[in-house]
């Protein structure tokens, strides 16, 4: 069945950065579209990055423009997200995910912890 692993989250200052990993198994990887999501206290899963099976055309929220970068390795069935500039409401549970059909995504079940402040 589809896993999906997240890591790399931690506590930093505003202005730091961060990188994300998120492992994938039980599913073809280099296939997938996979995607970025975040949940902020006491908020709902907002969108953050979505990028295609090959690597390329990555899209991104708003407030990630600029700051935040997708990227994957199918090799090692890792997708990533560098987060740079990191703000205090930035602060929220990363989760990656798979895409399955359209408005249907499998999720990753525990995410990782980014907290930003001084």
Do not use: H
């Not at 730091?16 to 902020?40: H, P």
């Not at 690597?55 to 935040?68: L, V």
């Amino acid at each position: 069945q589809v896993q999906l692993v997240e890591s790399g989250g931690g506590s930093v200052q505003p202005g730091g950065s961060l990188t994300l990993s998120c492992a994938a198994s039980g599913f073809t990887f280099s296939t997938a579209i996979m995607r970025w999501v975040r949940q902020a206290p006491g908020k709902g899963l907002e969108w953050v990055s979505t990028i295609n099976n090959r690597g390329g055309s990555p899209t991104y929220a708003d407030f990630a423009k600029g700051r935040f970068t997708i990227s994957r390795d199918n090799a090692k069935n890792t997708v990533y997200l560098q987060m740079n500039s990191l703000k205090p409401e930035d602060t929220a549970v990363y989760y990656c995910g798979k895409y399955q059909a359209p408005g249907r995504w499998t999720t990753g079940s525990q995410g990782t912890q980014v907290t930003v402040s001084s």
